[in-house]
């Protein structure tokens, strides 16, 4: 049994989110999104890879991670 993680992240962007983020289904649906799409086990995982927090599924964590993000990686 293969067990993707509980966060999902998107390759181009290095944004990761919940599974359940609007923003995500909605690409998902369009048909795009998901050939890029990575899975990580937790937060630590998707950090450690060099990936962002969500702004729509998770803005407290965005809102974190701008305020101490280098000017040149805030997006």
């Known amino acids: 049994m293969m067990i993707r993680g509980t966060l999902g992240g998107h390759?181009?962007?290095?944004?990761?989110?919940?599974?359940?983020?609007?923003?995500?289904l909605r690409a998902i649906a369009k048909g795009g999104y998901v050939k890029h799409r990575v899975f990580f086990a937790d937060e630590a995982a998707a950090i450690?890879?060099?990936?962002?927090?969500?702004?729509?599924?998770?803005?407290?964590?965005?809102?974190?991670?701008?305020?101490?993000?280098?000017?040149?990686?805030?997006?």
């Not at 450690?48 to 997006?75: E, F, I, Q, V």
Request: with cysteine; hydrophobic share 30%.
């Open 48 to 75: 450690a890879a060099g990936y962002r927090p969500c702004a729509r599924c998770l803005p407290d964590k965005y809102r974190a991670w701008k305020a101490n993000a280098p000017a040149g990686a805030r997006r």
């Open 11 to 24: 390759r181009g962007t290095r944004i990761y989110g919940r599974l359940d983020c609007p923003s995500a």
